[in-house]
Nanobody, 122 residues
Framework: VQLQASGGGLVQAGESLRLSCSAS????????VAWYRQAPGEEREAISCIMNKESITYYADFAKGRFTISRDNAMNTVYLQMDNLKPDDTAVYYC????????????????WGKGTQVTVSS
């Protein structure tokens, strides 16, 4: 069972990135999948979650209006579209999955992937 976040990079403020969370060994469609980030010297921060049932989505306040989570079941992948990026968005971004996920905001997820670095220059 493995999760992998990808798609990070260096962008300028105002630009967009789409992160991907892919899985091997299990089906993401059966799980709630969440995105998190951690900036240097900062605590880990919850961003968004797409639930296993009906793909209901939740967002942290800072992510509403700029970030969009979605899933492609055929590709066994969950995406995080990030628009109008700001230097404060610079962090390592992680995805995580859990068959339940009800406590995603409190980092209670069973599977965690390695992160991908996002750097936003001003």
């Amino acid at each position: 069972v493995q999760l992998q976040a990808s798609g990070g990079g260096l962008v300028q403020a105002g630009e967009s990135l789409r992160l991907s969370c892919s899985a091997s060994g299990f089906t993401l469609a059966d799980n709630s999948v969440a995105w998190y980030r951690q900036a240097p010297g900062e605590e880990r921060e919850a961003i968004s979650c797409i639930m296993n049932k009906e793909s209901i989505t939740y967002y942290a306040d800072f992510a509403k209006g700029r970030f969009t989570i979605s899933r492609d079941n055929a590709m066994n992948t969950v995406y995080l579209q990030m628009d109008n990026l700001k230097p404060d968005d610079t962090a390592v971004y992680y995805c995580a999955a859990d068959q339940d996920g009800v406590n995603w905001y409190f980092f209670v997820m069973k599977y965690w992937g390695k992160g991908t670095q996002v750097t936003v220059s001003s």
